[in-house]
């Protein structure tokens, strides 16, 4: 059945994204479904920051799955459509209020785990777009999903890093433990071709001042999403080392563009001058970011996919450095807003100075971004300013956004 979905077609390929409901995740899926032949299946946990409108132009009434033991499903059943029934589950983290939440909009088919591969192979027999609800360290999945697929992507983390210093847990299991469960269903699925694994430059820690990292340099991380995206990182590493298993890691530098979660900070800006709300910008305002536009970094990733080599690292960056500053006086000057909007807030604890990358690898491949950070930035605000009914949803509406902002902007002002 396999062969006949994913080999019969010539250059035909399926490819798991795990995080295709994120900022980059949903872009490489938008990227990819440009492609004729290619198919796709997301893995993806609705975590706060996963956005089925990310991906809305692709869903319907039949590829949203989400596999539950045959237990689990008559009771999540109640548990929805009873407002008085409580239902508690002991698999991985399943927090079945947010997913309902996060659906609401949505046709959720519930079906039984052991019908998963079936499902997925009938739905991609029709379309060429299968979103399924799990949790990347639930391995009867990942065992599933990599049985029927030829590359994976792996962008699936918790990525934020004052979260990770306000409480690490969620960091450690789903970046460290998770992608150790996707390489262990790695080793046990030799039909997987390609296995990328999207690590970060935070990974190298602070760059000092000339200093542009080398993907042989140490990495030394120095917060806990740095730490914990670097044990993800080694953990490929040591895999492909160990069982030559076939991975690929990049590293990308800081990405921005439309769909970003409006906590981090170009879409924290962009959305609070649109109202007229205070940027709240860290320490004395010069950290340096070296900032690139999501689509350049995802047709990056597609080029690795094609041309990379198979246990080699390859950064992803833009060589577009900017103090954070500049970066918010950019934007109030774009949107013609007040400088005075500006709020200088303490600092984030251990906060990096400064990322800078060496991407002559990559550029060796036949890449390099094509988007300049001034462009890339007025596309952004443009987005921003014309899909506000996306970001007010969530800045508006979700008990989650308002939590963290409430703790960490309201309570750090100076
Ligand atoms: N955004 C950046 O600037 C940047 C730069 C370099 C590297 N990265 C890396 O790229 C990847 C994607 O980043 P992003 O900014 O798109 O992140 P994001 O926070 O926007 O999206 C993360 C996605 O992963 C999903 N997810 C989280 N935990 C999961 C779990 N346990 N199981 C299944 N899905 C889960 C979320 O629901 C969400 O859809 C991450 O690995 C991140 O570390 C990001």
Same mark, same amino acid.
């Given at each position: 059945m396999l062969d006949s979905i994913t080999?019969? %077609?010539?250059?035909?390929?399926?490819?798991?994204?795990?995080?295709?409901?994120?900022?980059?995740?949903? $872009?490489?899926?938008?990227?990819?479904?440009?492609? &004729?032949? #290619?198919?796709?299946?997301? &893995?993806d946990f609705l975590t706060y920051a996963g956005n089925l409108d990310n991906l809305k132009e692709f869903l319907n009434e039949e590829n949203i799955i989400f596999p539950l033991e045959q237990e689990?499903?008559?009771?999540?059943?109640?548990?929805?459509?009873?407002?008085?029934?409580?239902?508690?589950?002991?698999?991985?983290?399943?927090?079945?209020?947010?997913?309902?939440?996060?659906?609401?909009?949505?046709?959720?088919? &519930?079906?039984?785990?052991?019908? =998963?591969q079936e499902k997925v192979l009938e739905i991609l027999k029709k379309q060429k777009f299968v979103f399924v609800i799990g949790n990347i360290m639930d391995k009867k999945i990942t065992n599933i999903l990599f049985n029927i697929s030829d590359i994976i992507v792996h962008y699936a983390a918790e990525t934020h890093v004052d979260r990770s210093i306000i409480d690490a847990d969620s960091f450690i299991k789903t970046d460290i433990y998770g992608t150790y469960i996707l390489?262990?269903? &790695?080793?046990?699925?030799?039909?997987?071709?390609?296995?990328?694994?999207?690590?970060?430059?935070?990974? @190298?820690?602070?760059?000092? $001042?000339?200093?542009? %990292?080398k993907e042989t340099d140490p990495i030394n991380p120095?917060?806990?999403?740095? +730490?914990?995206?670097?044990?993800?990182?080694?953990?490929?590493? *040591?895999y492909h080392n160990t069982y030559g298993v076939p991975i690929i890691i990049v590293r990308?530098?800081? /990405?921005?563009?439309? @769909?970003? @979660?409006?906590?981090?900070?170009?879409? !924290? %800006?962009?959305? /609070? +001058? =649109?109202?007229?709300?205070?940027?709240? =910008?860290?320490? #004395?305002?010069? /950290?340096?970011?070296?900032?690139l536009y999501v689509e350049d970094c995802c047709r990056a990733i597609d080029l690795v996919i094609e041309k990379g080599e198979i246990g080699e690292?390859?950064?992803?960056? *833009?060589?577009?450095e900017i103090q954070n500053i500049k970066m918010a006086n950019k934007?109030?000057?774009? !949107? /013609?807003?007040?400088?005075? !909007?500006?709020? %200088?807030?303490?600092?984030?604890?251990?906060?990096?100075r400064r990322y800078s990358l060496n991407w002559n690898k990559i550029k060796g491949l036949g890449w390099k971004p094509e988007i300049d950070f001034e462009i890339g930035l007025e596309k952004t605000v443009k987005w921003y300013k014309e899909n506000q009914e996306?970001?007010?949803?969530?800045?508006?509406?979700?008990?989650?956004?308002?939590?963290?902002?409430q703790l960490y902007y309201n309570r750090r002002k100076e």
């Open positions: 080999r019969g %077609f010539k250059k035909a390929k399926t490819f798991l994204v795990t995080g295709g409901a994120g900022f980059m995740g949903s $872009e490489f899926v938008r990227q990819k479904l440009k492609n &004729l032949n #290619d198919r796709i299946i997301v &893995l689990a499903i008559l009771n999540v059943k109640r548990y929805w459509e009873n407002e008085n029934f409580s239902y508690e589950i002991e698999r991985i983290d399943y927090d079945f209020e947010r997913i309902r939440y996060k659906t609401k909009d949505y046709k959720v088919t &519930l079906i039984r785990l052991n019908e =998963l390489l262990e269903s &790695l080793r046990k699925n030799k039909n997987v071709e390609k296995f990328i694994h999207v690590s970060t430059d935070e990974v @190298y820690g602070p760059a000092p $001042e000339g200093v542009s %990292f120095k917060n806990p999403y740095s +730490a914990s995206k670097a044990s993800a990182d080694r953990l490929c590493s *040591a990308p530098s800081n /990405n921005y563009g439309p @769909y970003q @979660y409006p906590e981090k900070a170009i879409p !924290l %800006f962009i959305t /609070n +001058a =649109l109202e007229d709300k205070p940027l709240p =910008l860290y320490g #004395d305002g010069k /950290n340096v970011r070296d900032w690292v390859y950064n992803i960056g *833009a060589s577009q934007i109030l000057e774009i !949107l /013609n807003k007040p400088k005075d !909007l500006i709020k %200088f807030t303490k600092d984030r604890l251990g906060h990096d996306w970001w007010r949803k969530i800045k508006e509406k979700s008990l989650e956004y308002k939590k963290f902002y």
